[in-house]
Each structure stands twice: as structure tokens, then as C-alpha cells.
């Protein structure tokens, strides 16, 4: 049985290799579909066809019209990567206005896993909503995936996006469908 995997990037520095995470996704059995929140969508808004492609589905970054039916299978499975500090702290806010942060805002209330692994610097961090942030996704049953287990935060101006750790992120993604189906 193939499980579908959401996917979802965030106006981070990992999100310009997206094709990456997507692959490694792929090579570990993931029907991936792509979200994008509106920002970082712009940043492959050239190579769009490229990822639609490569997933074997539309990339989002709109909500669909009232009249639309869903473009997306069910996800088994839901893995913000990267997460920037802005949709952090909106997200931990309760603010979902963005097809990404209202998707995992209900896939988390509604059974279905939802990870996330950040890409932000130290002085991003820093700002106090981050961590009231990562404290009420994690009550709500979000996995945040940082430090040795996912992401800790870069120096400023030191950052590898390039580097970032998909298969960490996708290890957690495999054991919460693995542990969600026992």
C-alpha cells in the first residue's frame, strides 16, 4: 500500500532544494504532495512543472474555490520541512491563513501525524513566541523535530540549507505512520 506523504515548505533556505527532500521522500516509498505557503511557492514559480512532475501531482499553495473538488489523495502523514520562524509562530498562534498552516492545523486535530523539522538562525529562536510556539504544537501532538533528533538553529549568516537533514525529518515521518497504525 502506497502512503501519501504532505510535504509542505515554508519560506526557508532548505525550500530552494525541495526537489531533494521530494526525492528522498520517493526513495523511501512516500506518494509525496507538495505544499508550499505562498512565499516560498514563489521562490520555484519557474520550475513549478518541474516538481509536478517529479511528485505526479499539482504543487499548492492556494486554498481550492468552494466548487473545486480536492486535487490531493489523503495524507497519511504530514511533514512541515522546513519551517520557517514566521510560520511557526503564526501557526502557534492559531492563525491559518495559508492552504499549508490550515492544512496541518486540522490534519493534527483530525488524527493524522504531523511533524515538523525548522530552519532558523539562533537570534530567530531567540524571540520569546518561539518557544510558546513549539510548546503549544507539541500539547496539541505535534512532533517538532529539533535538536539531535531533527534541526537545532544555525548561527546567523551560517546556515546550510543545502545540508538540511531530509532523511532525520523522514525517519520521524516512517515511525509516527508506523506507530499511528499499531
Given at each position: 500500500?502506497?502512503?501519501?506523504?504532505?510535504?509542505?515548505?515554508?519560506?526557508?533556505?532548505?525550500?530552494?532544494?525541495?526537489?531533494?527532500?521530494?526525492?528522498?521522500?520517493?526513495?523511501?516509498?512516500?506518494?509525496?504532495?507538495?505544499?508550499?505557503?505562498?512565499?516560498?511557492?514563489?521562490?520555484?514559480?519557474?520550475?513549478?512543472?518541474?516538481?509536478?512532475?517529479?511528485?505526479?501531482?499539482p504543487v499548492r499553495s492556494q486554498y481550492k474555490l468552494p466548487w473545486?473538488?480536492?486535487?490531493?489523495?489523503?495524507?497519511?502523514?504530514?511533514?512541515?520541512?522546513?519551517?520557517?520562524?514566521?510560520?511557526?509562530?503564526?501557526?502557534?498562534?492559531?492563525?491559518?491563513?495559508?492552504?499549508?498552516?490550515?492544512?496541518?492545523?486540522?490534519?493534527?486535530?483530525?488524527?493524522?501525524?504531523?511533524?515538523?523539522?525548522?530552519?532558523?538562525?539562533?537570534?530567530?529562536?531567540?524571540?520569546?513566541?518561539?518557544?510558546?510556539?513549539?510548546?503549544?504544537?507539541?500539547?496539541?501532538?505535534?512532533?517538532?523535530?529539533?535538536?539531535?533528533?531533527?534541526?537545532?538553529?544555525?548561527?546567523?549568516?551560517?546556515?546550510?540549507?543545502?545540508?538540511?537533514?531530509?532523511?532525520?525529518?523522514?525517519?520521524?515521518?516512517?515511525?509516527?505512520?508506523?506507530?499511528?497504525?499499531?
Open positions: 500500500m502506497t502512503r501519501v506523504l504532505y510535504l509542505i515548505g515554508c519560506a526557508a533556505g532548505p525550500t530552494q532544494y525541495m526537489d531533494d527532500g521530494v526525492r528522498a521522500a520517493k526513495s523511501v516509498g512516500w506518494d509525496v504532495c507538495l505544499i508550499f505557503t505562498p512565499s516560498a511557492a514563489r521562490w520555484w514559480e519557474p520550475r513549478m512543472t518541474e516538481l509536478e512532475e517529479l511528485t505526479g501531482h473545486q473538488s480536492d486535487a490531493l489523495p489523503k495524507a497519511d502523514a504530514m511533514l512541515v520541512a522546513p519551517l520557517s520562524s514566521t510560520s511557526l509562530n503564526k501557526w502557534g498562534a492559531g492563525v491559518a491563513d495559508t492552504l499549508a498552516l490550515g492544512l496541518v492545523s486540522e490534519g493534527v486535530n483530525m488524527g493524522v501525524p504531523v511533524l515538523v523539522m525548522p530552519y532558523f538562525n539562533q537570534a530567530q529562536a531567540a524571540q520569546p513566541a518561539v518557544a510558546r510556539s513549539i510548546a503549544d504544537l507539541r500539547a496539541q501532538g505535534v512532533r517538532y523535530l529539533d535538536g539531535t533528533e531533527g534541526y537545532e538553529s544555525h548561527p546567523p549568516k551560517q546556515g546550510a540549507p543545502r545540508a538540511f537533514p531530509w532523511e532525520r525529518a523522514l525517519r520521524a515521518a516512517e515511525e509516527a505512520v508506523r506507530n499511528d497504525r499499531l
